[in-house]
């Protein structure tokens, strides 16, 4: 008899055997998303292909892992197709548990551990700061016996609970801790009692990053399982073989390693299915039916053919069963089903006058893409060097069913629909006498942009009657710096003052001019002091700790005799 002196009712409850399996399972699950080709539905339905069609995939996502190592009594030949149709007999490890105990897996992350421990030493020894600075102090009051970048990484660490993506081995930052998968079996009377202490405990417990609605849930079903009298289905395991064979009763249990099984779970839907079958020699399964943008949460388990000794149901016979048993689920792996590779800009960019209708028409093609994800040609403009470009136009023919969002906002005004990629524009305001800086740009399906196109200074020639073209800069400037690429000895941009372990700052005012007057003599005002309630502004930047301060000065005028 037990006593459950832990529970509210305070009933008695009998003691029951604990039937369980304990199986080698893989480790070091990693998982990479590749993005392949552009389909307008890639983010809204899964890509379904054929096997004969997987070498067309376009995004996928591999799975890789490191398989079991001896854990075969013996090695029968597998039938990978047999066991593809026989999946829905596979038992998980909790279920040769009897019903009245239930398994949990959860994940610690302990990335998040050691950086509140890290943390926490820190704040002993009086250490404050941002990640950087408590990673260098540290690291010195440890007479360097961490890293200090080590400690860094680890620190600026911000990945949820629960769920850790795992880093190849030989990678050497954030591979330096691991999450740790871990499973249980708890009786179904005391699964509320322990998970809810855990959840509630001030200690960093791996039950605090457990999800307590669900547990409460399955322990409330667990509750209503419970029968007021005792059953013999309360002390037996139940199973489903596959094959049964009789013979003398064995007191040893066989095992087999078959294959492996691809568990996947999607985060928005929370629906959890297994995604792929292989074989035992298998390191590495590739899923291709991902949705972009969709986050996945892979595990996989070891498929074990048992053979156990067992008892026919309603029978009574003693007969060898072989059970399909699926081991412990491996860590969790999480993937981001994302892109991150901006577009080049348009090639081969043309400019042709048309004399008759007196217009500057503007052709280009498409960039070298293999995604084929451009959605969106841009054409800019601007009148000199020293101003920014303005958006003439958005030629648009996104087909995308769920459009991602985008980092950019486009008045509308500047935005011309079309069914199909439009690779010419005209501009409407160019004449015999403008003269303006042309670049062109290129928008993909996930909102991300390229840089300029190589630009170019357009002018009418009055005396050829014709446009002549000048190239003012080579391709892929930044967005926000046009001019980095422009040539002709010419700086766009000035060095900032670069000083460090300075401790005292001589700050000297000193213009060339103490008044500026416009055409009419009329002072400007640009030179402006404290009486005027002028205040100057220093930018003081720590690039390695990326923090500034500003440094706010006044000016007073202390002259006795001021100029007219």
């Not at 102090?137 to 600026?156: M, N, R």
């Not at 629960?162 to 699964?191: E, N, T, Y």
């Not at 069914?419 to 010419?424: C, D, E, I, V």
Request: charged fraction near 25%.
């Amino acid at each position: 008899m037990l006593s459950g002196d832990s529970m509210s009712s305070k009933q008695q409850i009998f003691s029951k055997p604990l039937s369980y399996v304990d199986l080698p399972a893989p480790t070091f699950i990693t998982a990479n998303f590749s993005y392949v080709k552009y389909s307008p539905d890639e983010s809204a339905a899964e890509q379904q292909l054929s096997a004969s069609a997987r070498g067309a995939s376009l995004r996928n996502v591999v799975i890789s892992w490191e398989p079991v190592v001896g854990s075969s009594d013996h090695e029968d030949a597998v039938d990978l197709k047999k066991l593809m149709n026989n999946v829905k007999l596979i038992h998980r490890e909790g279920d040769i548990a009897h019903t009245a105990a239930s398994t949990f897996s959860i994940q610690d992350d302990a990335k998040l551990r050691v950086r509140s421990t890290i943390k926490r030493s820190a704040q002993l020894r009086g250490i404050v700061g941002n990640d950087t600075d408590i990673a260098l102090k540290l690291s010195s009051a440890l007479s360097g016996a961490v890293d200090p970048s080590t400690l860094q990484v680890t620190l600026s660490e911000r990945r949820s609970a629960g769920v850790m993506v795992h880093a190849p081995r030989r990678q050497a930052a954030g591979s330096l801790v691991r999450g740790v998968a871990i499973s249980f079996i708890v009786s179904d009377h005391f699964v509320g009692d322990v998970v809810k202490s855990g959840a509630s405990s001030n200690s960093a417990g791996p039950l605090q990053s457990m999800p307590t609605g669900n547990v409460f849930t399955l322990w409330q079903s667990a509750i209503r399982r419970k029968r007021p009298a005792a059953s013999s289905v309360d002390f037996e395991s139940v199973i489903v073989p596959t094959s049964y064979f009789e013979t003398a009763v064995k007191s040893s249990t066989i095992r087999n390693l078959l294959g492996y099984v691809v568990e996947r779970s999607e985060a928005s839907t929370g629906s959890s299915e297994i995604v792929g079958v292989t074989s035992r020699s298998a390191v590495s399964f590739i899923d291709h039916r991902v949705k972009y943008g969709s986050r996945y949460v892979y595990a996989v388990r070891a498929i074990y053919e048992v053979e156990v000794p067992s008892l026919l149901v309603g029978r009574g016979e003693q007969v060898i069963a072989k059970v399909l048993i699926a081991s412990r689920a491996s860590n969790l792996v999480a993937i981001d089903c994302l892109e991150s590779y901006p577009p080049k800009p348009p090639a081969d960019v043309e400019f042709v006058w048309d004399g008759q209708r007196q217009q500057l028409i503007i052709f280009w093609t498409f960039p070298k893409n293999s995604t084929q994800d451009v959605t969106r040609f841009q054409v800019f403009r601007r009148r000199s060097l020293t101003e920014p470009f303005m958006l003439m136009k958005e030629l648009d023919f996104d087909e995308t069913l769920l459009p991602m969002p985008r980092s950019e906002s486009v008045l509308p005004v500047n935005v011309r629909r079309t069914t199909y990629p439009q690779l010419s524009f005209v501009d409407p305001d160019f004449g015999q006498r403008s003269r303006y800086i042309y670049a062109l740009g290129c928008v993909d399906a996930h909102g991300f942009v390229s840089g300029y196109s190589t630009q170019y200074e357009v002018s009418f020639d009055q005396f050829r009657g014709n446009i002549r073209i000048d190239v003012v800069s080579r391709e892929s400037a930044p967005r926000s710096y046009p001019n980095l690429y422009v040539g002709n000895g010419k700086k766009f941009t000035h060095d900032t003052i670069v000083r460090s372990g300075m401790k005292k700052m001589d700050l000297v005012f000193d213009p060339e001019y103490l008044r500026v007057t416009d055409a009419n003599g009329a002072d400007m005002k640009i030179l402006r002091t404290l009486a005027e309630g002028a205040e100057y502004v220093l930018m003081m930047i720590d690039t390695d700790r990326a923090e500034q301060a500003a440094l706010r000065v006044q000016v007073d005028d202390l002259r006795s005799v001021k100029a007219g």
